[in-house]
């Protein structure tokens, strides 16, 4: 057994056994019930809260207005130094990563920070990645 402080944990192993128990010093219970709530809270939340899926017709509409000029209407680029998203390899990056390159631009790449919602580049983003052969 190792010894606990007010509020902090400690695990309690049986020789041989690989039962673990755990007990809170000090206030464990209150903290408990806090925990319970907090959980039941954003259980509710995730039970009523819509799932957002990207939208890749929104995307493809958004793409054509924005982003065909110099990538493509197929994702060949017709701008140099644009890169071809019909080879996905730009594509192979996180969402949150390609999020970010988008808001903040990179070379002749203006920064869609304040032009387009985060809803609106992730639906570019998932229009995007139907373009790769």
Aim: one cysteine or more; glycine letters at 12%; hydrophobic letters at 45%.
């Amino acid at each position: 057994m190792m010894p606990s402080g007010p509020g902090r944990l400690w695990i309690a192993r049986s020789r041989g056994q690989e039962n673990t128990k755990m007990r809170a010093a000090g206030g464990g219970s209150a903290r408990r019930g806090l925990g319970l709530a907090a959980l039941a809270g954003f259980m509710t939340f995730v039970t009523i809260a819509p799932a957002l899926a990207a939208d890749v017709i929104k995307g493809s509409q958004i793409y054509a207005r924005h982003c065909a000029a110099c990538h493509g209407p197929n994702g060949i680029s017709v701008m140099p130094g644009a890169p071809h998203l019909a080879r996905g390899e730009r594509l192979m990056q996180s969402d949150l990563s390609l999020l970010a390159s988008f808001k903040a631009g990179k070379n002749a790449m203006p920064a869609y920070v304040g032009i387009l919602t985060d809803r609106e580049i992730l639906d570019v983003i998932a229009y995007s990645r139907t373009l790769r052969r």
